[in-house]
């Protein structure tokens, strides 16, 4: 049955964390924020993901200033945030004390909706945070992570979301973050949602593999509800589809987005002389990269690992490192590649390949995982491996944060002064360093932001 696609525009985060190395700066968002108020958009995607961590570490700017400023200036569309679960926006498991505080300055600071995953799909590492948004009364967006392997299937996924559901998701989104969703498979996915859930659902691909302006095509005849682009002009290689292309594509049918195609072409206009700002952070990726089919890595993780063999004079090894990947996610349980565990899986597999013997050496982070300090794999870890890396210890069973004890308290001690508000805490507790950095450059009022930003 026809019915009018929803779009979300990724232009404000995602856009610029896949082909800027997330760079863009507030100051470059805000001329255009009243145009993109006025499109008519589901939401608009601005805050979480990498750039709380980018706005401190290289921009320095306060990412929760960021926040209020695009909340004042968009006071008419939905913003929306990526919330990693009990991972928050960071690479670890934080206390429920932490992450509950965290929603609830994100809601006050103008987040509608959020949209949360858990790199394992583990439903337990997104209970306190789907919890947390509706006590906020904002929207919990709860995001299956999408995967190849011989233990996903659609009704593994379908199962999951209904999982969700019954935990309170307002919406689920299909998060295709690598691409790999080909869309006869998503028209049967999203069907079969259709069948077995009554919430809306939201699809999320990017364009490495080439497929997704299919998929988006076969998902909207299957009856999804909204999709997420990203304005053309930071759209397609390892972002998403144009919003433009797709407005176009719909008009006039029954699918029609009720978007206008000249308001969206002064916001590329505009964003497209904003690119070439940026240009020192321009992905080397062009085009598209079915490599992506076979090995299952997200564009992020392809240039993390070309840069670190490269560092290391090993960039022949690629091909390697690449044929090993698969391997390791095997023997951890087939893990969607998705942060942090694509970090973790692409590590493991550079080391394997390197010392020439497979586990030779485990970091901690890999222990991590096959102890179950992740979250529950979908299939069981390889006992050798695990064996190897856990040695005489014990793995657990619970949900990891179980075993945190609260720390906003230790925190604010530890702070002091130095913190000027709640969501000063938070940015220590999620980047501790770089936090402390941040504060002590805005107390003497000398910021350093990276030498090969923008100057103007």
Not at 162 to 175: F, N, P, Q, S, W
Not at 197 to 216: E, F, N
Request: hydrophobic share 40%.
């Amino acid at each position: 049955m026809a019915h009018k696609v929803l779009i979300t525009d990724t232009v404000l985060r995602d856009a610029h964390q896949s082909l800027l190395a997330t760079r863009m700066r507030t100051k470059d968002m805000l001329p255009i924020a009243s145009k993109l108020d006025k499109i008519g958009y589901w939401s608009l995607e601005v805050w979480g993901g990498a750039t709380f961590d980018s706005c401190l570490r290289f921009l320095k700017e306060d990412p929760w200033d960021r926040l209020r400023a695009l909340r004042e200036a968009i006071p008419n569309t939905r913003l929306q945030m990526l919330l990693r679960g009990q991972n928050i926006l960071g690479y670890r498991h934080y206390a429920d004390d932490v992450l509950e505080t965290f929603v609830e300055r994100a809601a006050v600071n103008g987040i509608d909706v959020f949209r949360i995953f858990d790199a394992l799909n583990d439903p337990r590492n997104m209970r306190t945070a789907m919890e947390s948004v509706k006590k906020a009364g904002k929207i919990a967006e709860a995001a299956v992570s999408y995967t190849i392997s011989p233990v996903h299937s659609n009704e593994y996924f379908v199962n999951l979301a209904k999982e969700l559901v019954g935990m309170g998701a307002d919406t689920i989104c299909i998060k295709d973050m690598a691409g790999l969703l080909s869309p006869y498979d998503a028209y049967a996915l999203v069907k079969a949602m259709k069948e077995t859930i009554d919430v809306p659902i939201h699809l999320h691909c990017h364009c490495t593999s080439g497929m997704a302006h299919m998929t988006y095509l076969k998902a909207v005849e299957a009856g999804v509800d909204i999709v997420d682009c990203a304005i053309s002009a930071v759209s397609q290689g390892t972002s998403q589809p144009p919003t433009e292309s797709l407005v176009a594509a719909l008009k006039g049918t029954g699918y029609d987005t009720g978007l206008e195609l000249e308001p969206l072409a002064e916001v590329a206009e505009y964003i497209r002389d904003v690119r070439g700002k940026y240009q020192a952070y321009e992905s080397g990726f062009t085009g598209v990269d079915t490599n992506v089919l076979i090995y299952q890595v997200p564009g992020g993780m392809m240039s993390n690992l070309e840069s670190q063999l490269r560092a290391q004079g090993a960039i022949a090894k690629l091909k390697d490192v690449l044929a090993e990947i698969p391997r390791v996610r095997k023997d951890f349980g087939y893990p969607p590649l998705v942060t942090p565990s694509s970090q973790i899986v692409g590590t493991q597999a550079t080391i394997n390949v390197l010392t020439g013997k497979r586990y030779m050496m485990i970091p901690t982070e890999s222990k991590n995982v096959l102890k179950g300090m992740y979250g529950r794999s979908v299939a069981p870890f390889d006992p050798e491996v695990q064996k190897l890396a856990l040695k005489n210890e014990e793995p657990i069973t619970c949900r990891p944060a179980d075993l945190i004890p609260p720390e906003m308290d230790k925190l604010r001690d530890e702070l002091g002064d130095k913190a000027k508000s709640v969501e000063d805490v938070l940015s220590y507790a999620l980047f501790p360093k770089v936090a402390l950095q941040f504060f002590a450059e805005r107390e003497s009022g000398e910021f350093v932001p990276e030498e090969t930003l923008p100057t103007d």
